[in-house]
């Protein structure tokens, strides 16, 4: 390599550095920059079998579930982020529009019913990935996650992240009104 080819070479490597940078802050110009594409939407729900909280001789898998919508609620004692949307999950529940089925992801089984006594049980059903395996499938990466899922077991929305009233007014409740629709 020459020596004016070797000069030049830093400043080419800072262009192609900064265009990538002002492709990365135009890209995320999003006002919802929350909301992560999930290529699980429109698919079916993934295999798994998992124990029940609270009973881990019984195992429910994702056929189970199958025959009524459900909202899956990713969760852990552990969980800043849980204990905030708490609140909305459990009001959601009451409402009895859907199913509520809590997936308790890498916690202790103690701390999560301890939480579940202390903070409150809006779950139908509590199902216990305790070393995380089945949650690589959902693609969950972090929680509270939440996903709705229509009678069939096709995946019809993602929510990263603690869900708020407005996120259950206008995310949520727009998709359970077509599945109540006949």
Not at 81 to 88: P, S, Y
Not at 92 to 118: C, H, M, S, Y
């Amino acid at each position: 390599m020459s020596a004016s080819r070797a000069r030049w070479l830093p400043l080419a490597v800072f262009g192609v550095i900064l265009a990538l940078l002002a492709a990365g802050v135009w890209l995320s110009r999003s006002p919802d920059r929350d909301a992560l594409p999930s290529p699980l939407i429109g698919k079916p729900a993934p295999a798994f079998q998992l124990p029940v909280l609270g009973a881990p001789e019984r195992l429910v898998t994702q056929t189970d579930l199958r025959g009524t919508p459900y909202l899956l609620n990713v969760w852990g004692s552990w969980c800043p982020g849980c204990r905030e949307e708490h609140a909305v999950v459990n009001a959601f529940a009451k409402t009895g529009r859907v199913r509520v089925i809590g997936f308790n992801w890498k916690d202790e089984p103690e701390d999560a019913t301890r939480w579940l006594a202390q903070f409150g049980n809006p779950y139908d059903l509590v199902l216990a990935d305790y070393d995380g395996k089945a949650a690589i499938e959902w693609g969950i990466y972090g929680a509270p996650e939440t996903f709705l899922v229509d009678g069939g077991g096709t995946i019809l929305w993602k929510h990263v992240g603690p869900m708020t009233d407005a996120t259950i007014r206008e995310q949520l409740m727009p998709l359970v009104e077509r599945l109540e629709a006949p």
